[in-house]
């Protein structure tokens, strides 16, 4: 008596991926963490659930490493790891220790920076998303600013004339960033602070590959912005800088083909 067949079995999906001339997903295999990847994301966590603050000191190497259970090597490039990436801060000496950083853009900097050098980004999207970053800037200003905030961006204003009639041009060059960190915490949004800073010295550093000369025209052109900040003219204040970076762009595309002819703010 012939034996019976057995029921027919309807395909599922992972029929279709062992089919030849099938493609389907390909999973690698999961690889377990390092022990210093473990050690941040530690850290991190502790910092997101606000028991880390900035200036905190975390405890000595030997102390951490017999707390998490690890060797102090991997402690060591945690502290590395968290360091370039901006949380940390590693001193070295009496009272020194790893700290927990304040908040700043030298992270945000250098990680575009970097892109930017590697030839991931183009220098022109740093120029291009600083313009638009700053109108955005100067419009929020124009609503929050204080008068103590538009009295700070005057005197950066000041100073930077002050040294440009003395004649310090590499000391005002290295300084003269700093109108648009002002400028920006007048809209008292601290990632806008953070961006703008770090895409206003990104491009200052794109332009001092050649030795530039200093515009002329960056102090009237700042003064003319607070005067209409003052007025609570955002777009009369945007329209001023907008010509200014635009002019400021234009003088980085000459840079890189002749870089004779650049210029700094």
């Known amino acids: ?29 999961i690889k377990a963490k390092r022990a210093f990847e473990e ?21 000595p190497e030997r102390e951490l490493a017999e707390q998490l259970k690890v060797s102090r090597t991997a402690i060591r490039e ?35 920076r970097d892109m930017v050098m590697l ?4 220098s022109r999207n740093v120029t ?4 638009i970053l700053t109108e955005q800037a100067i419009r929020l200003a124009c609503e929050r ?13 000041d100073k930077s004339e002050a040294l440009t009639l003395q004649g310090n041009f590499t000391r005002r060059n290295a300084y003269i960033t700093e109108f648009y960190r002002v400028l920006a915490q007048a809209t008292h949004n601290q990632v806008i602070v953070m961006l703008v800073e770090s895409l206003s010295e990104l491009t200052r550093s794109l332009l001092e590959k050649a030795s530039p000369e200093p515009r002329k025209d960056f102090i009237s052109v700042r003064r003319n912005v607070l005067r209409l900040m003052r007025a609570r003219d955002a777009e009369g204040a945007v329209r001023e800088m907008r010509a200014h970076l635009q002019r ?6 000459r840079h890189e083909k002749m870089p004779e002819t650049a210029a700094v703010d």
């Open 128 to 131: 291009e998303a600083r313009i």
């Open 248 to 253: 400021l762009d234009k003088h980085l595309e």
């Open 78 to 112: 945690a502290m590395r790891s968290l360091e370039n990436a901006g949380l940390v801060q590693c001193q070295q000496g009496m009272g020194g220790g790893a700290f927990i950083r304040e908040g700043d853009s030298m992270a945000v900097t250098q990680a575009v």
């Open 39 to 59: 050690v941040c994301e530690q850290i991190r966590r502790e910092v997101a659930l606000g028991n880390l603050k900035p200036g905190d000191r975390l405890p």
């Open 145 to 157: 600013a204080t008068e103590a905030d538009l009295s700070a961006i005057e005197r950066d204003i």
């Open 1 to 29: 008596m012939p034996k019976a067949r057995p029921p027919e079995r309807e395909p599922d999906h992972f029929d279709a991926m062992e089919r030849p001339g099938k493609q389907g997903p390909r999973f690698a295999p």
């Open 119 to 122: 030839g991931q980004i183009p």
